[in-house]
């Protein structure tokens, strides 16, 4: 094993996560509180006290709906930032969460594994999932506080892709912005290795969706060598950092790692080669990238332990099978649309007496 394989079984630096965790939860609590004395006051004074203070915190209130609201005394806008009032889902039966601080094996999971479903019941429950995320997305879109940020990360045919169009049928597409991040171009390689994706990251009220993201840069970059090892190395600190912030700001983020076995990539690659109508999607690159299988586990295992923390874990989808893959990641967008809790804005004063000229 190289050195440089020896230093990366040592996991993640679990006190400098752990830290990070504790107060976060602690600030939470506390935060928490006030906020529910808050909500339960429902007094004018308190309203207008809740815009101020969020003002004072830098937080602007979040659209001119919810600033008039607050100033008549009708409501507050939700809280910018879940991390002090976190508004994670325990993700779907079959999914495994990668413990914060804990070094993590893709090697544990089975990419065969199901959830206890049933391939005709998956189908039937997935129309149900995607009902749900249609429906609160229209919410978090009409709300204008809070964002979304789902990442999808996967060895090449992992079904990125597929998910990404199964998951997300029916949603207004006027609330979604889907990414897929390719080579860097010039432009982007002479920014900082976040800058692309920050600039990318949904703003209020968006679902956004990174199609591969600011991991291919300690992902596919260290397996090439794109960078010396001390650059990626220092990355994964960025990382978490990039989404502490992006959570702060109001932005819960939801990571899934598609999983499949080495023969499923077999089969997969087989197919595109077969079938004319998926030549298009046959890349003779996968076929070299398919040699460094081993060094790509590695660096997956690295990424998922270091970069696993409690405001934005990572979610591990056994994917082999693509109808229970979809439902996986369906119900747990779903449950945390749901845990989100958007709200439709309140109304405007006076629109009760209201009438439309003929
Ligand atoms: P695909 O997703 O199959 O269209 O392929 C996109 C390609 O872009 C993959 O081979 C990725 O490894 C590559 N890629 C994406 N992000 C980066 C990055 N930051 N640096 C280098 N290559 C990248
Ligand atoms: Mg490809």
Redesign the pocket.
């Known amino acids: 094993m190289s050195k440089t394989n020896g230093k990366d079984a040592d996991g993640p630096e679990p006190g400098k996560i752990r830290e990070t965790a504790s107060q976060g939860d602690a600030g939470h609590r506390t935060k928490g509180k006030q906020a529910e004395k808050k909500a339960k006051g429902g007094a004018r004074g308190g309203a207008k006290q809740e815009a101020r203070t969020r003002r004072a915190d830098g937080h602007p209130p979040s659209s001119a709906a919810w600033a008039r609201a607050a100033d008549a005394g009708m409501g507050t806008a939700p809280s910018l930032s879940p991390h002090r009032h976190p508004r994670l889902a325990r993700a779907a039966p079959g999914i495994v969460t990668v413990e914060p601080g804990i070094r993590f094996a893709l090697a544990s999971v089975d990419a065969d594994a199901t959830g206890g479903l049933d391939k005709a019941e998956a189908k039937a429950a997935l129309a149900d999932e995607r009902e749900r995320i249609k429906a609160l997305q229209e919410k978090l879109y009409a709300e204008h506080a809070r964002s979304l940020l789902v990442v999808f990360q996967a060895i090449?045919t992992g079904g990125?892709d597929g998910t990404i169009r199964s998951v997300l049928e029916g949603v207004n597409p006027q609330g979604c912005r889907v990414w897929?991040?390719?080579?860097?171009s010039a432009e982007e390689l002479d920014q900082d290795?976040l800058w692309r994706y920050h600039a990318r990251a949904p703003g209020r009220g968006l679902i956004g969706v990174f199609?591969?993201s600011h991991y291919?840069?300690v992902?596919?970059?260290r397996v090439?060598g794109?960078v010396p090892e001390e650059t990626w190395r220092e990355r994964y600190g960025l990382i978490n950092d990039f989404e502490r912030l992006l959570t702060l700001s109001g932005t819960t983020i939801l990571k899934f790692f598609l999983h499949i076995s080495k023969d499923e990539q077999k089969e997969r690659l087989e197919a595109r080669l077969e079938d004319p109508d998926k030549h298009w999607k046959f890349?003779p690159?996968?076929l070299t990238?398919r040699k460094s299988w081993d060094a790509y586990r590695t660096a997956f295992d690295d990424a998922l332990s270091r970069c696993s923390t409690p405001y934005a874990p990572w979610h591990v989808v056994p994917a082999n099978r693509k109808w229970a893959r979809n439902l996986m990641v369906a119900r747990t967008i779903a449950d945390t649309l749901e845990a989100m809790d958007p709200r439709f804005p309140p109304a405007r004063e006076g629109l009760a007496g209201l009438k439309v000229p003929d």
């Open positions: 090449d990125k897929s991040f390719k080579v860097p290795f199609n591969r291919e840069d992902l596919v970059v090439k794109l890349d690159a996968d990238e």
